[in-house]
């Protein structure tokens, strides 16, 4: 038998969007050079905007909706993401551990065990959208949830989890987002809730998500807080980075 990665796992409260950014970099920071993995599972304490790496600031204003959200920059690409009725997790594979080089096999081998759990929870009909040699990535709406790439989690069409990749000195990190719900600051992104007509929580889907991900990703879990030094350096993060107006608008830090 395949022995295990051990793996961290954080169950973190809701939280600002510029301490979230600022906790999954000074996570990546702390494991970078370890043989263990992190699992992180946090919520947010408003509806908030994160921008894509590579956004422009200004082309938030071409959804309405969420323009009276705080906004925050994230250190991945991909499209904005209105944070509200939603879990989100993000994972920290260091260069030691094998699923670091797994990258593409990490996004599907996520997605493939949330629907797996969601049958689990009666959500029946979500699936994985298209193929790599068959889709054509579409980075024009503003959104993620608007956008489809292969691996992405749809159900009747609607996109409802999407996850993003940053790689740094042979680590990676990956965060996702899972929609429960719709949120007012993005009426026009329906969530499990309206497209399946069945509200879960985010500790259910938490609690039933788990093993499948602790089965097929290889992990061990531990529980375990965020530590003194971590949290010390997330703060130094939000300070020097997140909450910064210069990061925000010009991917400047």
Not at 45 to 72: I, K, M, N, W
Request: aromatic share 8%.
């Amino acid at each position: 038998m395949t022995p295990r990665t051990r793996c961290a796992l954080l169950i973190d409260r809701p939280a600002s969007g510029d301490w979230n950014m600022a906790v999954d970099e000074a996570l990546l920071e702390s494991f970078i050079d370890r043989d263990v993995c992190c699992w992180r599972f946090y919520g947010w304490s408003e509806p908030t905007l994160s921008l894509g790496y590579f956004q422009a600031h200004d082309d938030r204003r071409r959804h309405p909706a969420s323009l009276a959200c705080p906004v925050v920059r994230r250190a991945s690409g991909g499209g904005a993401i209105v944070h509200d009725v939603e879990l989100t997790y993000s994972l920290i594979a260091p260069a030691e551990t094998p699923l670091a080089n797994q990258r593409e096999r990490l996004y599907r081998t996520v997605h493939e065990t949330l629907i797996e759990t969601l049958v689990q929870l009666g959500v029946h009909g979500a699936s994985l959208f298209g193929h790599p040699s068959a889709v054509r990535h579409d980075e024009s709406p503003f959104l993620c949830f608007e956008r489809r790439s292969p691996g992405d989690v749809v159900y009747g069409g609607a996109k409802i989890a999407g996850s993003a990749q940053r790689r740094r000195r042979g680590a990676v990190l990956q965060h996702g987002s899972i929609l429960l719900g719709r949120s007012t600051a993005a009426p026009e992104l329906p969530g499990i809730e309206e497209l399946a007509s069945r509200k879960l929580s985010k500790n259910t889907l938490m609690e039933a998500w788990r093993p499948r991900l602790q089965e097929h990703l290889g992990l061990a879990f531990f529980e375990r807080p965020l530590e003194n030094g971590e949290q010390t350096r997330a703060d130094e993060l939000v300070r020097a980075k997140y909450a910064s107006d210069l990061w925000t608008r010009n991917r400047t830090a």
